[in-house]
Structures are given as structure tokens and as C-alpha cells.
């Protein structure tokens, strides 16, 4: 059947490389993966500002996402620190951009490079422990960078915060929701593409390799201090630009936004999404991303019947989040990616599902 | 060199050191019985504080009263947050269960606030005097009071851990789970009775600490101040709990000194024990009390 290789099987039948490291399962996700990015092509014309705003959003905390997810999922090494690394990202852009005049145009992934090599020491401890204690060594670097950015006057601005010049290329500005969006979906297809590529790699392999059985790939001749590192970096370095290209949209950065806060939804996007899954960090960005506003506008329906809903609307937002992630590590572990799959194959297999 | 600021700082170092040990300690419980990091400790202190500030204050009962049925209420909290939500979550990878304990900190904190408002409230008074003079010291009686009662509940710790059937099965259930279920003990029911002890001690030490400062959000803080201090002491070492909270009390406390008096480059009181806590994750991972483990394949 020559339809057969266009569809989506329900199961592993892979049986040589060269399908395994596909970047596309089947043609058909290779044309609507291709599709989805026209569609976004053309979208800003119609879109009103506030889903271009939401998508911006998405765009650059996904690219943030993904990076951890490279760590985490991947390596299945655990951090707690993503947020210092993205605020670190933002404000090395605006630092860049405004003391040495470097176009924003460079500066974005020279700000990536800069948060890679922070991610790099940051990352030496990774070499020596693991898992628990992994953890609670990025959570005190989260408060240690947290305390930098507010009192390195000289980087940041201190308490005032940064300023950061919008993203323009030979004069021309993307300063709108609808320009900007184009800069976004850019890097997002960008980074996306190197992310799915590495995991095809030696050193993706590698990496996954370290998760699974670290022992057994230390005996197979996989250096585990450096990959560990190596992994700290590549996804500080994915953290580095969705940081500049947040700085940039928003045109002004402060220490305040990076808490341990913004870590835990980072990780919260990841596990929302699934571990381990290239594109189930931008549906787990994009669950994170819109849970928020759905009950934004659950409590403005609501709101006029019981005003204290709208007062608490922060604390409403906050642990929604919460809740969200315990739900879904209880009954949903392996994230939304899983469950897609899950739906594929039951339409695959429909009606006969056993 | 200001040697009476030095005495001052040194003995609120060990005061809230204590405190930080008691909570450490319940921190040390639930990883050692259950294997479970408790990213939630703080919320315990903070929902203790509240509950018993919301008896005393909005309900108006009196301390002798308010104080038990907030202990009662916290058991039975930790009993049920087991069952509930981390029953599930046994035998799943690490990050899952740090993840669930990050989301529980998370709602509890954002339910807390949004129930009791951001600003801190204090308690109705307990003490008739301020503070008292103590070898020429200006001590606050809710100090002495705090340290009183870290000291009583490490007493009570101890006794609990040696002498009752309750506290022998649990150290058996840490020793070795499935020795200890061969033997007759209930592992569910250890589970369960080291997070209702830890919610309970927990809130002890938040209701103290809510005397002395007040009750707010900030008291959550605390659980992640616990984690320098179990570091310091080794993760599954109770001894390791009490001294390392005493060193972690007493360091940020050293450095809030040096700083106010040479460098001058403020917050040091809050950042120093995460500089301590990256040193000693780098010379010496176990810390000083805890075990080593060995990895076989």
C-alpha cells in the first residue's frame, strides 16, 4: 500500500537509522509542520493585537522552555535556576546593545552565547552530583543570580532596571505586536529545528544516553562531566535568547522578573508538555501561557456576581499553575505530548481501540 | 569593632538557628521515612501560623484552646496531603516528586494570601513584659520563648525516636522498607505519621516564629532557607538538622555583621547561606552527618 507510509502508525515499527532519525515521523507532519508556519506566515494581518501578543509570548518562553527541556528531559538532569539564565539573557541584550552599540540584530545571539557561558560554570557542579542534590545547587544559584541583578548597577541598572532598544534590521523597526511576532516565529523555528537536529545527533544521543542509565553510559564511553555541563550550556544558551527577545519586545527589563516564580512555571511548562519532547515544550508554554488568561476571563464572567474573585485574581492565576502541574503529575505524567499521541492512535485504531 | 552588635547578632543567630534546626528536622523526617524532598516545608509553618492566628483572632478563643486544635488540624492535614497527593507519586522519578511538592508550595502559598491578605498581622499579645536583661543583653521574651520550645521539641524528638513503638518503627522503616513490612510494621501508616509529625512540628515553629515577626507570606521562606541547613548537616541526618541550622543561623548573621560593618554591600543576611550551601555541594556533597551512598550497577 503505497498510502500507508503517509500515515501516522500507532506504534514503534521503525526498523532501520535512517527512519529513526527522521526529523518527521511521515510526510504528512512534515506538510503541516510546514503549513502551521505559513499560516503564522500570514497570521499577524488578521490576528488582533492581544492573540499577537499572546503568540510573541509563547514564542519566546517556549524557545526557554525548550532549553530546559533539553536539560531536564533529555539529560534528565533538574534545574531550578531557568529564570535566572532567561533574565540574564535579557539583560545581557540590552547591556550589549546599549554600551557598545552592537545592532539588537547581533546582540540577540551574542546575549545567547554570553547566558551559554554563564550556563557553563554555572553547570560545573552538574559534573559532580546529580538529581536531588543537582537541584537544590541551581536553586541557590537562582537566588545567587537574583541578588546579582539587583545590585550590579553597572549590568542591570540596579533597581531602575534596563533599557532595551527595539529589534530593527538596517533602520527598520520591528516595534509593533505585528512586526515583532515575524522576529519571534523566526528564532522560534530556528532554535525549534536545532533542537529536534541535535537530538538526532552523537551528542543528543549522548545525552539521552546520561538520562536513561548513566553508569552504562559512562561504561560506553559517553564523558558524563561533559556532557552534563554541555547540556547546562546549550539550554542556557536557548534561555539566553528567549530572554534577549523578550527584553526586546518589551522594550525595558527589570531584576524583578526573575524569580523562582518564573523557574517553577518554566518547569511547569515542560512537564505540562512532556518530557523529552521537542514539541511538546511549545504545547506545554502554550497551556502555561493560556491557563492564566483563561481564568482571567473565567473570573470576568463570573466577576460581577462575587467581587472578591477579582481582587484575587493574582493569587488565582498562581494557583491555578500550581494546581495545574500536581494534576497533571498525578494523572498525566508523561504531559500533553503523550496524550496527543495518545488521541492520534485512537483515531488511528478507531473502532477497534484494543 | 562593635563587639556589643557582634553579642547581639551571635545570640539572635542562635535563636533563630533553633528554629531553623526544628524545621530542618521535619524536613529530614520526611526524606528519611518517605524519600520524598519537601519543597512544601515552609507552607506547613505558614498554614500553622495562619490557622492559629485566624482561632485566636477572628474566632477569639483563647491561646490554651486555639493553640491544640491547630495542632489537631495540622495532623490530620498531613495525613490527608499523604494520601492525596503524594501516594500517587511513589515510585516515580525524582523530578516528579520535587515538582509536586513545588506546585503544593506554590497553591498554598498564592491560597494563603488570598485568603489572609498579603501584609503581615501580628498576634494578640501572650507576654506581659517586652524584653528582659539578660547578662546585659536586651533579649525579647517571644526570643526566649522560641528558643524554649525548639529546645522542647528537640527533647521530644529524641524521646520519640528512642523510646516509643511508634518512633522505633519508623527508624526501622528508614533503615529498610522492606525488612521493616516483613516485621509487621505498616509502611502506609509510617508514611502517614511522619508528614502529620512534620506538619505538626512545622506549625509549632511557624507559630513561634508568627509570634516574634508577625504572620505573613514571608514565613514560607523558611523552607528554603532549610535547605543550606540540610546540606550542611547530610539529608538524612537528624543530629546533621540541629547543627547545621545552628551554623546557618548563626553564619547569615556573621555576614549581615561583616557587611554592616566592612562591605558594605547589603542583603548578605539572606544570600550568604546559598554561597555556603554551592561550597559545601562542591567539597563535600554528604554533608557532615549524612551517608554516603554507594552506587552499585
Not at chain 2, 501584609?119 to 494578640?124: L, M, Q
Request: glycine fraction near 10%; include cysteine; charge should be neutral.
Amino acid at each position: 500500500m503505497a498510502s500507508a507510509h503517509s500515515r501516522m502508525k500507532c506504534g514503534e515499527f521503525r526498523t532501520n537509522y535512517q527512519q529513526d532519525t527522521t526529523i518527521f515521523p511521515t510526510p504528512l507532519a512534515r506538510r503541516v509542520a510546514v503549513l502551521s508556519v505559513i499560516f503564522l506566515l500570514v497570521a499577524p494581518s488578521f490576528l488582533n493585537p492581544y492573540f499577537l501578543n499572546l503568540g510573541i509570548q509563547i514564542g519566546y518562553y517556549g524557545i526557554a522552555a525548550l532549553g530546559l527541556n533539553i536539560v531536564v528531559g533529555f539529560t534528565g538532569q533538574i534545574s531550578l535556576g531557568h529564570a535566572a539564565f532567561f533574565g540574564f539573557g535579557a539583560f545581557a541584550s540590552a547591556w550589549l546593545n546599549n554600551t557598545t552599540g552592537i545592532p539588537v540584530f547581533f546582540c540577540i545571539p551574542l546575549a545567547g552565547t554570553m547566558t551559554m557561558a554563564l550556563g557553563l560554570i554555572v553547570g560545573i557542579p552538574a559534573g559532580r552530583i546529580k538529581g536531588l542534590y543537582l537541584a537544590i545547587a541551581t536553586l541557590a544559584s537562582q537566588y545567587i543570580l537574583e541578588d546579582f541583578f539587583s545590585r550590579a548597577d553597572w549590568f542591570t541598572g540596579g533597581a531602575y532596571g534596563a533599557m532595551a532598544n527595539p529589534f530593527s534590521i538596517f533602520g527598520f523597526e520591528f516595534n509593533n505586536d505585528q512586526r515583532y511576532f515575524y522576529v519571534v516565529l523566526f528564532y522560534v523555528v530556528i532554535m525549534f529545528l536545532f533542537g529536534t537536529n541535535l537530538l538526532r545527533s552523537r551528542d543528543g544521543r549522548a545525552f539521552v544516553a546520561v538520562r536513561d542509565h548513566y553508569l552504562s553510559a559512562e561504561i560506553m564511553g559517553i564523558n558524563l562531566t561533559k556532557y552534563r555541563i554541555l547540556s547546562f550550556g546549550i539550554s542556557s544558551f536557548y534561555a539566553g535568547i528567549g530572554g534577549a527577545l523578550f527584553g526586546h519586545y518589551l522594550g525595558f527589563v527589570s531584576a524583578e522578573g526573575f524569580t523562582i516564580m518564573l523557574s517553577i512555571q518554566f518547569l511547569g511548562m515542560v512537564i505540562i508538555g512532556g518530557l523529552g519532547s521537542v514539541m511538546g515544550s511549545l504545547m506545554g508554554t502554550a497551556f502555561m501561557v493560556l491557563l492564566p488568561e483563561l481564568m482571567e476571563a473565567g473570573v470576568g464572567l463570573v466577576g460581577h456576581n462575587a467581587p472578591g474573585l477579582t481582587h484575587a485574581l493574582a493569587y488565582i492565576k498562581e494557583m491555578s499553575i500550581g494546581l495545574a502541574i500536581i494534576l497533571f503529575l498525578i494523572f498525566e505524567p508523561d504531559g500533553l505530548a503523550h496524550r496527543w499521541k495518545m488521541i492520534k492512535a485512537y483515531w488511528k485504531l478507531y473502532p477497534f481501540s484494543y | 569593632m562593635n563587639y556589643e552588635l557582634l553579642t547581639q547578632l551571635l545570640v539572635n543567630g542562635v535563636i533563630v538557628g533553633t528554629l531553623y534546626g526544628v524545621v530542618a528536622m521535619c524536613f529530614v523526617l520526611i526524606y528519611k521515612s518517605t524519600q520524598i524532598v519537601n519543597f512544601a516545608q515552609g507552607e506547613f509553618l505558614l498554614i500553622g501560623a495562619w490557622t492559629c492566628w485566624a482561632l485566636l483572632v477572628k474566632f477569639e478563643l483563647p491561646f490554651y484552646l486555639g493553640f491544640p486544635i491547630t495542632l489537631v488540624f495540622m495532623v490530620i492535614f498531613g495525613i490527608v496531603l499523604q494520601m492525596v497527593v503524594l501516594r500517587p507519586m511513589i515510585g516515580e522519578p525524582i523530578i516528579s516528586v520535587i515538582m509536586v511538592t513545588i506546585g503544593l508550595s506554590m497553591f498554598f502559598q498564592s491560597l494563603m494570601s488570598w485568603m489572609f491578605g498579603g501584609y503581615a498581622k501580628s498576634f494578640p499579645k501572650v507576654f506581659e513584659t517586652e524584653s528582659i536583661q539578660i547578662l546585659g543583653l536586651q533579649v525579647q521574651t517571644a526570643y526566649i520563648m522560641s528558643l524554649v520550645s525548639s529546645v522542647v521539641i528537640m527533647i521530644a524528638f529524641y524521646y520519640f525516636f528512642k523510646h516509643s513503638k511508634m518512633g522505633l518503627a519508623m527508624r526501622a522503616t528508614a533503615f529498610d522498607q522492606q525488612v521493616a513490612q516483613s516485621l509487621g510494621i505498616s509502611v502506609k501508616r509510617v508514611f502517614a505519621a511522619s508528614w502529620a509529625i512534620s506538619a505538626l512540628v512545622s506549625a509549632m515553629a511557624g507559630v513561634v516564629v508568627g509570634m516574634v515577626n508577625g504572620v505573613s507570606s514571608a514565613l514560607s521562606f523558611f523552607g528554603i532557607k532549610v535547605f543550606p541547613v540540610v546540606i550542611l548537616g547530610g539529608l538524612d541526618s537528624i543530629i546533621g538538622a540541629i547543627v547545621g541550622g545552628l551554623i546557618i543561623g548563626v553564619l547569615e548573621n556573621l555576614a549581615e555583621f561583616f557587611d554592616s560593618q566592612w562591605l558594605h554591600l547589603g542583603n548578605m543576611y539572606t544570600i550568604a547561606p546559598f554561597y555556603a550551601l554551592v561550597i559545601i555541594l562542591m567539597i563535600k556533597p554528604y554533608g557532615l552527618f549524612g551517608t554516603k551512598d554507594i552506587e552499585r550497577i
